[in-house]
């Protein structure tokens, strides 16, 4: 059976999990590694064994001939990265979200589509052994029909929690639930309504994002409904990150590698308890092994899409109907009104906000999440906190 061969384009954190889950994959390996600091090059090179070393992607690709390259990047360079990428003709496993807007989110899969190759996103939580038990157990009629879903972040601050953990609760809802055909948000900062003066820079390369505690309605096209929420906590709890589903008959609950089933559809102290469910791994997966689970199976399912010639089901038009939704639902934050999908403009909602009110593109600030806090409480006229 063929083996396919995969390039890592960055090497840092998500660079590394991605390279350790294709090296581990009995049916792919990785050929080769790019990224512009040799110690992070060194690194994960030694590690893996790859001893191909590249500093310019182009001609990584022209050497070694990847079936995929992996883009483990920061957000802003997700789409000069994967057009790059593309023109090669080459299949990609671009690290969420998608893009920063939906305008680069069309480019790049219009340029996928023209080279007959795919893009997947890496949400690979909906490919985890925790999200494949909680289908099995609702295919099976374990929790009755579907009511809604209720998802939930770790606490960052709300727009920024919105681009970054939301986008895998919200692939997550999609696998379970289907697509979503409108969004109704409420999106506050410093306890009032958001104003135009409070879109800025996302941490971390994101695009532009406001509201510090974000709350939104979805509208699934299968006639059910949801909520998600991401608002700031005084420290961050991933324990909180998780999505309820609830049925007529039990519930489920997931967060990455722990899913769980209640018996009853809903839940008080002393009546039945959360009970939980065994992941559903591949046997060929080793746990001693570098790679973890979810990363695996992200890796395991991009082999079997190109084996059948189908999409991989974290495709990019899935991440780019994420990336819909959020879009969405900072519209909806800011206009106070329902946004129904997909939208007509596909531009950045907040930024056509400003220039509505006469603002241009918000000022600079801090990339790294710690110091951009600080700097948005200083903005607000606050201590950071």
């Known amino acids: 059976m063929q083996k396919y061969r995969v390039a890592i384009l960055g090497c840092r954190g998500r660079g590394t999990a991605a390279g350790r889950a294709y090296h581990q994959h009995p049916r792919t390996e990785v050929v080769a590694l790019c990224d512009l600091v040799p110690e992070l090059l060194a690194t994960l090179g030694d590690e893996l064994g790859v001893t191909a070393r590249y500093d310019d992607l182009d001609r990584m690709i022209e050497a070694e001939a990847p079936d995929i390259v992996a883009i483990p ?11 790059r990428v593309l023109e090669h003709g080459v299949h990609i496993d671009i690290e969420k979200p998608i893009c920063t807007t939906l305008a680069e989110a069309d480019a790049v899969l219009a340029k996928a589509a023209e080279k007959g190759v795919r893009v997947a996103v890496h949400h690979q939580g909906r490919t985890g052994g925790a999200l494949q038990a909680v289908k099995a157990a609702i295919a099976e009629g374990r929790i009755g029909d579907l009511r809604y879903l209720q998802g939930s972040g770790k606490g960052y601050y709300g727009g920024y929690g919105l681009m970054n953990i939301a986008t895998h609760s919200l692939n997550a809802m999609l696998g379970v639930a289907g697509p979503v055909g409108s969004v109704q948000a409420v999106a506050l900062t410093d306890g009032r309504q958001i104003t135009p003066e409070d879109v800025v820079p996302s941490p971390s390369g994101m695009g532009y994002i406001a509201g510090e505690h974000v709350t939104a309605a979805l509208a699934f096209e299968c006639g059910i409904s949801g909520v998600l929420l991401q608002h700031r906590f005084p420290k961050m709890d991933s324990t909180a990150y998780m999505i309820e589903i609830y049925g007529t008959e039990g519930r489920l609950y997931w967060k990455s590698g722990a899913p769980w089933i209640l018996s009853t559809p809903h839940f008080a102290p002393g009546q039945d308890e959360w009970q939980p469910l065994a992941p559903i791994v591949p046997e060929h997966y080793d ?7 979810e990363d695996y199976q992200f890796a395991d399912e991009y082999v079997q899409a190109l084996d059948e010639g189908r999409a991989h089901e974290c495709s990019g038009d899935a991440g780019r109907h994420v990336l819909e939704i959020l879009m969405g639902i900072f519209e909806s934050g800011a206009r106070g009104r329902r946004v129904d999908l997909p939208q007509a403009d596909r531009d950045h909602p907040l930024l056509r906000w400003r220039g509505e009110h006469g603002l241009g593109l918000p000022g600079p600030m801090p ?7 600080a700097a948005e409480d200083g903005r607000l006229g606050r201590s950071a906190s």
């Open 73 to 83: 990047t920061g957000t802003e360079f997700h789409y000069p990265l994967a057009m």
């Open 287 to 293: 746990p001693a092994g570098p790679a973890s689970l």
């Open 367 to 373: 990339r790294p999440y710690g110091e951009w806090l």
